[in-house]
């Protein structure tokens, strides 16, 4: 490091020898230049011989002047260099090295009063921005991090527990099939955990392209809400579909099918036993409108906020059921499609989910 240093020193040593120089060359020049003109115009206008002894009196003292010239202009120009290119080169060097480390939080002081630092105060305004959306994005990927290891650290302890559980020599078959069933079920969510994962790290990395056709959006609908019959007929739910007829997409009904199939799930999931789900699909001028309503507990606005966050989870209660991926899925799929979906919902009334398609229709 000392030897660094002493080498950063050097170099600037030899680059002010340099500017000193190059004043100094730059005056000689001018100065001469003015001094010859100035004097064959007065030779030319009065008639005045200047002698040898006073042509070489004056040329030493232009040159002494020439010199304290350059030295002024050069230290003039060090103090400029050192408060306007230096520093802020100091402060972008340093909020680098710390961006290097992992320090995310650093910014650079942008300062507006002397010549308002030029294009470093711009360089430092990019520099700012590049750190807080880092910081973001670091932030985004430990919480990442910290609930995927939560989310599998749970259905791996029960097939572990219920695995060991299921090692007893003397275990019932009624026992046996329960403990079965519960690492069945773990094994499940740990698959639709680790495959809701892929989709989503696919999404964000647009490794999915949208594979456009036309189809029917209607006929879609339909077939991904009856794959769930099993379960609402179970919940004893109520079905209520408007679902318009023709109502043609050009879209990627494999992405597009993710959303339904959440939507569905989730309707169906915070229903109590005995209420209703209802469908609806109309268009209002080129778009495709989908509302999918239940009846179930609704959305606290501070949890609305937040439900198409990765991992996110409100009620609590039904965590068993799902990872906090399924609306993350969702508005990446919406996105990328270049729809747009909405939420309205009342606490103890229900919740409404609303998706505008643009059908792109020649």
């Not at 030319?44 to 040898?52: A, H, R």
């Not at 807080?132 to 995927?148: H, K, M, P, Q, Y």
């Not at 696919?202 to 056709?213: D, S």
Request: aromatic share 8%; proline share 2%; glycine share 6%.
């Amino acid at each position: 490091m000392k030897d660094i240093r002493e080498r950063q020193r050097g170099q600037r040593w030899l680059l002010a020898l340099r500017r000193y120089i190059g004043f100094f060359l730059l005056m000689a020049f001018v100065i001469s230049c003015c001094m010859i003109l100035f004097l064959n115009m007065i030779t030319d206008t009065t008639g005045l011989v200047f002698t040898q002894e006073y042509i070489e009196q004056a040329a030493k003292v232009t040159f002494l002047n020439v010199l304290l010239l350059s030295l002024i202009c050069s230290v003039i120009d060090g103090i400029r260099r050192r408060i306007l290119v230096e520093r802020p080169v100091r402060r972008i060097v340093k909020a680098a090295e710390q961006i290097m480390k992992g320090d995310f939080s650093v910014r650079i002081p942008v300062s507006r009063v002397v010549d308002n630092m030029g294009d470093f105060s711009l360089i430092a305004d990019y520099f700012n921005k590049m750190a807080e959306e880092l910081s973001g994005t670091e932030t985004l990927r430990t919480d990442f991090i910290a609930n995927v290891s939560h989310e599998l650290k749970t259905p791996l302890a029960v097939i572990q527990n219920y695995g060991t559980l299921l090692q007893q020599p003397d275990l019932p078959e009624e026992k046996r099939m329960e403990y079965a069933k519960a690492v069945t079920a773990a094994s499940r969510r740990l698959a639709n955990l680790i495959t809701n994962i892929l989709k989503l790290n696919k999404l964000e990395n647009q490794k999915i392209y949208p594979a456009v056709a036309r189809y029917d959006l209607g006929e879609q609908l339909c077939e991904c809400l009856l794959s769930f019959e099993d379960v609402w007929e179970e919940r004893n739910l109520e079905i209520d579909t408007d679902v318009e007829e023709g109502v043609l997409v050009d879209m990627d009904a494999e992405l597009l099918s993710l959303v339904w199939n959440n939507l569905f799930s989730n309707a169906v999931k915070f229903t109590e036993p005995g209420g209703k789900i209802s469908l609806s699909l109309k268009t209002e001028g080129d778009l495709a409108v989908v509302q999918v309503t239940d009846t179930g507990c609704g959305i606290p606005p501070e949890v609305g906020k937040h439900i198409f966050e990765k991992f996110y989870q409100g009620d609590t209660s039904h965590a068993s059921q799902g990872n906090g991926l399924g609306l993350a899925l969702v508005k990446r799929v919406i996105d990328i499609v270049g729809g747009e979906i909405l939420v309205s919902s009342q606490i103890g009334k229900g919740s409404t989910f609303t998706v505008k398609l643009g059908r792109k229709l020649v």
